[in-house]
């Protein structure tokens, strides 16, 4: 299933920056879907220092679509070991989406000092089953995180 991105009014768009400037995760979430929802739709306010550990959706149903609405970031993919196997840039005018599947090791790197994304994907959000951590990479706020989101900018830049 696909659906349109949205339009956000600039005003909105500044409002949700703010909330992730303020978070201690330095994202923001404006959900779109309603609890229960097979459809998930999220559009992600990103800060250039926000680390989400890298992760996989474990469900064939679980095909996570990006498409970047502001900003610039990579999508980074990893092997079962954590090596970094390949990534894609996305950048508003330049490519713009991408499908990550299911059980593929993942996470983003804020190219620009924020990133605006809108995403989707099927599947009833669950916390205990929506996605795993993997268990090779620093956890989100630890003193290993910022040190591990470095090198996996540095790591994406070198490789453009």
Request: hydrophobic letters at 40%; a negative charge.
């Amino acid at each position: 299933m696909n659906a349109p991105v949205p339009l956000l009014p600039s005003e909105e768009a500044d409002a949700c920056l703010r909330q992730a400037a303020a978070s201690a995760r330095r994202r923001y979430p404006k959900i779109l879907h309603n609890p229960g929802d097979e459809f998930n739709r999220v559009v992600n306010f990103i800060m250039r220092d926000s680390y989400m550990q890298p992760h996989l959706h474990p469900g064939p149903e679980k095909i996570e679509k990006i498409h970047v609405m502001e900003g610039k970031m990579a999508v980074l993919f990893f092997d079962d070991l954590g090596v970094v196997t390949d990534f894609t840039v996305l950048e508003q005018g330049h490519t713009e989406f991408i499908a990550v599947p299911a059980f593929t090791w993942h996470t983003y790197v804020m190219l620009s000092e924020h990133v605006i994304s809108y995403e989707t994907m099927m599947g009833e959000y669950a916390p205990a089953t929506w996605k795993a951590f993997a268990q090779w990479a620093p956890q989100e706020n630890t003193p290993e995180s910022a040190p591990y989101l470095q090198s996996l900018r540095d790591a994406a830049l070198s490789r453009m």
